[in-house]
């Protein structure tokens, strides 16, 4: 099964773009890369996901490397209410398994 | 605006017990899951369903079992609840983009 990996822990200063790094250097065509955010006491948001071409929406960006390899998930603006485990997907390779993901802190 | 719904927020339960989580979900969806998650451990999941009356093991099937009679409703069910099962339990539902409940913080004292 594909795989990804994630940093375990970022930081950030409120109102400064963040880019979280997801790498899946096993990604098979078809997969689909899904991020998901979990916010302190709650289940789990959808956050974005795209196949190849970037995409964007009023959460976020997502900036897929032209291999597929590895992708990144851009906040233009931190806020706290960002604050949260950030997860990275393959669907459906992975089966919607989740890893430890990255938890961001940011910065008053 | 609710999309996934889980029965409970909160459930304490005796050892023993036979103890059923439900999670209904009014999006049509074909795919459905079950997670536990417990601090350190991250999220796992436990059962998932791609269709009624389909399920398939997660990665920690052990002690639960599934049913899915109906398209939007996936239940959970501990046959004999043990106090490991103690955690906070998510269920899932999603086409493309996935849903989650608010999840069942379930306590077997």
């Known amino acids: 099964d594909a795989k990804t990996t994630q940093p375990n822990s970022m930081e950030s200063n409120e109102e400064e773009p963040v880019h979280l790094p997801c790498n899946h250097s096993t990604i098979s065509g078809t997969d689909y890369i899904h991020w998901y955010r979990q916010l302190p006491s709650q289940g789990p948001e959808y956050v974005i996901h795209g196949l190849t071409s970037n995409v964007n929406n009023r959460m976020a960006s997502l900036a897929i490397a032209e291999d597929r390899k590895s992708s990144t998930l851009i906040l233009h603006r931190a806020t706290l209410r960002d604050a949260a485990v950030y997860y990275c997907n393959l669907l459906p390779g992975q089966n919607f398994v989740f890893g430890p993901g990255t938890r961001l802190s940011v910065l008053p | 605006d609710v999309k996934v719904t889980q029965s409970s927020r909160y459930l304490v339960k005796r050892t023993g017990e036979k103890v059923f989580l439900e999670c209904v979900q009014d999006?049509?969806?074909?795919?459905m899951f079950w997670y536990r998650q417990d601090p350190g451990l991250g999220l796992r999941l436990i059962y998932f369903?791609?269709?009624?009356?389909?399920?398939e093991k997660g990665d920690i099937p052990e002690g639960y079992s599934v049913s899915r009679e109906k398209k939007e409703r996936f239940s959970l069910i501990l046959e004999s609840a043990s106090t490991n099962q103690t955690s906070m339990y998510l269920c899932?539902?999603?086409?493309?983009?996935?849903?989650f409940g608010q999840g069942t913080r379930l306590t077997v004292v």
């Open positions: 999006m049509d969806h074909e795919n």
């Open positions: 369903s791609y269709d009624v009356k389909m399920k």
């Open positions: 899932a539902s999603r086409r493309n983009e996935a849903f």
